[in-house]
């Protein structure tokens, strides 16, 4: 499964140096190495060369003149010494899953929906900025035939330097994994993943088909905007803090990341606007450190309240993955992936076939294929649940003095997830299927509850954020959670489509039963995170706790926005980076 990313990244590891790639010569657009020489003023400044960071920086600088400043923490690299951060440029679509993923449109009616009736922030508003932000290349025909892959052009583009593309290659275990599903009645199923309908569908890998690698914000941006001379990047150089003149941003303060403690500041100034696309963690954790903020927290850290914004850092959310794993004894369709391992003829097919012209199994980087169900489908208590939720004190589920305009927000947010459980047009229920002999990746796709993102308050600038998930606070969320595993349980153990692979179940395990068992389950298995933090930099009215506005403007700032994954209101149900590639 990881088989692409190992590749790619030996591959890479033998071009060396980034000055191979950057040779010095090049006259164009100016890449300095770990933030010497950056120029004193630019137009626009951007903090983040990650997923969001790059896009906006190629769409600013498209005109040529328009002077751009990046200002990235980590380098330009490929090497597999990458963390799973994403600490390099190209952030976190330089080393995520590669799964592209659209998630449902009312989730995205669902962010309109905090502003009244008439936001252009609605899945007909955004569609085609959707379309705008990936160049999709159908899967070739035999693979499409052979799998049953069904896709719709309609609801794609073709302009955009980030690729949806298709492994060349899919294992009929997984189509079988699929199909079974209609052995359940009521599960829908979608004929393209960018329909903005749930059910079981296939969906397309953020991979040039062309080159069978990776496609992300730094092949489809930076490479774009580096042949011109308005685009900067500088490495290597961590922001620490936004500088306001009065309540507008006029530039940024860097140090470099290699002497983070020691070295003195740089600063930069911004003519127009300060973009901040630093990613769900950080971003909030600049603007703490920038004076804006929380006051109460910003006072215990002796920061100066510049702007009073209660819900900078708040409202942080993220998929919790559930442990819910089958394994079948009698899983006969072949090829499945577990014959990498097990048969020694086809792994020699698979290596020839990518040695000789990339093609393969191992094209394949996570799997295509998944289900997105809604909650009304999964459980037949949706109507029991949504009423429970709406009854809450929401606030109870908060931090203690959480500040009234965020939990005010918060209780806007489980009013609109009261509905969506009712819905079928939202999807709270994931299974990544992996054609193999086991299946294990449950998502919760809507948490209900909220954590944190703070600085450290005894040392700001040279600790890290206080990262506190506080999953599970909303209790309502074990109870959902519980919900997804029975409906896996069904799919697995009580379907005529799966009977034959006679599943057993590993975990959570038939002693696992009542809600209160689960309650202690996911107390001690979840994993609070798929690598989605959002929330922090909320796009909501500011009486909502929010800290953008419609445009993604900081609320009490000039010349300040947010671009990227924090600004998610509510985390949409589907993997991110789609969407922040279009927001
Ligand atoms: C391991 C992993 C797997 C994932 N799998 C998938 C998947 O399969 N499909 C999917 O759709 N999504 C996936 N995601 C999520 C998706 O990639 C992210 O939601 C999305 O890329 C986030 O974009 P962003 O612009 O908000 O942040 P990022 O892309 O993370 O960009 C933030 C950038 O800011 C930089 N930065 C941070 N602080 C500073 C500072 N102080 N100064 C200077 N620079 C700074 C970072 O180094 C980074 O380059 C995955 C993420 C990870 C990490
Ligand atoms: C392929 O999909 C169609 C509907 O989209 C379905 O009727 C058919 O059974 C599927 N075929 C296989 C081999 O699963
Ligand atoms: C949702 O779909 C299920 C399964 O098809 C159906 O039983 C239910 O009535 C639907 N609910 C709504 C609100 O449409
Ligand atoms: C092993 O793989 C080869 C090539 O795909 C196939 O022909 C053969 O049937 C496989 N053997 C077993 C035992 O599955
Ligand atoms: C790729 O190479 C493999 C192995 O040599 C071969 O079986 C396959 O037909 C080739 N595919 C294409 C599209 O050239």
């Known amino acids: 499964m990881a088989r692409l990313l190992s590749v790619l990244a030996a591959v890479v590891a033998v071009t060396g140096p980034v000055c191979l790639a950057y040779p010095q010569e090049v006259p164009a657009s100016k890449v300095f190495l770990n933030g010497r020489q950056v120029g004193t003023e630019y137009d626009y400044i951007i903090v983040g060369g990650g997923t969001a960071g790059l896009t906006v920086a190629n769409r600013l ?22 963390t799973s951060i994403g600490k390099v440029v190209g952030g976190s679509s330089a080393v995520n899953a590669m799964m592209t993923v659209r998630p449902a449109a009312e989730d995205f009616d669902t962010w309109g929906s905090f502003f009244g009736p008439n936001s252009h922030w609605s899945w007909s508003g955004l569609l ?198 089958f394994q079948y004894s009698r899983f006969n369709i072949r090829p499945n992936p577990n014959d990498l391992y097990s048969n020694a003829t086809f792994r020699a097919w698979s290596e020839a ?48 003095n959480t500040d009234p305009t965020v939990a005010a927000g918060y209780r806007a947010q489980m009013l609109a997830y009261a509905a969506a459980l009712r819905s079928n047009g939202s999807a709270f229920y994931n299974l990544v299927l992996t054609g193999g002999p086991s299946n294990g990746i449950l998502v919760n796709l809507h948490p209900l509850s909220r954590g944190t993102v703070n600085i450290d308050t005894s040392d700001p600038y040279n600790r890290p954020p206080r990262v506190d998930y506080r999953a599970l606070s909303n209790p309502l969320d074990s109870v959902v959670m519980a919900e997804l595993v029975r409906f896996t349980r069904k799919y697995h153990l009580e379907n005529p489509l799966t009977r034959d692979w006679a599943a057993t179940e590993l975990s959570p395990g038939r002693n696992v039963q009542t809600d209160q068992q689960f309650a202690d389950y996911f107390a001690r298995t979840l994993n609070p995170s798929e690598f989605h933090p959002v929330g922090t930099c909320a796009m909501l009215p500011r009486e909502l706790g929010g800290v953008v506005d419609e445009e993604l403007r900081v609320y009490g700032v000039e010349g300040l926005r947010v671009v990227d994954a924090s600004t998610m209101s509510t985390l949409v149900g589907g993997n991110t980076c789609q969407t922040v590639l279009r927001i």
Do not use: C
């Open 61 to 82: 600088t498209e005109d040529g003149t328009t002077t751009v400043l990046v200002i990235e923490i980590g380098q330009l690299s490929n090497s597999a010494a990458i």
């Open 128 to 325: 085609p900025y959707f379309k705008r932000a990936l160049n999709f290349v159908p899967p070739d025909e035999a693979v499409t035939r052979s799998a049953n892959i069904t896709y719709d052009t309609s609801y794609w583009g073709s302009t955009s330097g980030v690729y949806a593309g298709w492994p060349s290659f899919q294992y009929p275990s997984t189509t079988a994994q699929m199909e079974a599903f209609r052995g359940i009645p009521g599960v829908p199923f979608v004929q393209d993943s960018g329909s903005g309908q749930p059910g079981v569908y296939w969906y397309p890998t953020f991979m040039d088909p062309k080159k069978v690698e990776r496609s992300y914000a730094r092949t489809g941006h930076h490479d774009q905007a580096a042949t011109r001379p308005n685009y900067h990047l500088a490495t290597g150089s961590k922001v620490r803090r936004i500088l306001l003149d009065g309540t507008k941003a006029v530039g940024v303060a860097f140090v470099p990341a290699s002497a983070e403690r020691t070295a003195p500041e740089s600063v930069v100034r911004a003519r127009q606007e300060v973009i901040l696309a630093a990613g769900g963690i950080h971003s909030p954790h600049i603007l703490q450190l920038s004076g804006i903020g929380p006051r109460q927290l910003l006072t215990s850290a002796k920061i100066d309240t510049l702007v009073d914004l209660p819900g900078v850092g708040q409202n942080f959310q993220d998929h919790p993955m559930i442990q819910a794993t």
């Open 353 to 400: 076939a990518w040695a000789a012209n990339r093609t393969g199994p191992n094209s394949i980087a996570t799997g295509n294929a998944a289900a997105w169900l809604p909650f009304p489908v999964v459980s037949t208590r949706a109507n029991e649940i949504a009423a429970a939720l709406e009854a809450q004190n929401h606030a109870d589920y908060l931090e203690p």
